[in-house]
């Protein structure tokens, strides 16, 4: 019953470092083939610059933050230590604001490091009319977060859109 599916950020990182771009657009054109919308997500921005110029999707999923080194084998090494740059952020909010594709903004609280106003408020400037954001919430510690999140997020949007 899905109607949408993306390569994982971690593995269009990788292909990114190895020079196996080229290897995408198939995979995207199985997954048109299967009935949905296809799309990719990524955590450098250089992704996005080649995506552009190379390929055919529906969306992008734009991750705020490039926490890790993704070497060209793809592995993601567990207890390598995550880090969340401004200068990351900025980065891709720029960059998103010249993509020709609907955009899902994801790890925009950094995992939990940032106060969810001001992340709320750096997705809502960074957002167009056809984007959406993505964020997770953990309802054990707050069984309100969602509500909240969401409250949080329409506020920031009104501003940043009046």
Known sequence: GAVACHIHGGVMDALLASGKLADVQPAVDLIRSKGMIAGIAGHNVRVFDWAEENLDVDYYMCSYYNPIARP??????????????????????DRIKTLSRPVIHYKIMAAGRND???????????MRESDAVCVGVFPKDNPRMLAEDTCLFEHAWRKAHA
């Open 116 to 126: 969810p106003r001001e992340a709320f408020a750096a997705a809502a400037a960074a």
């Open 72 to 93: 060209a084998t793809g592995e993601h090494v567990s207890g390598t230590e995550e880090i969340y740059r401004d200068e990351d952020r900025r980065a891709m909010t």
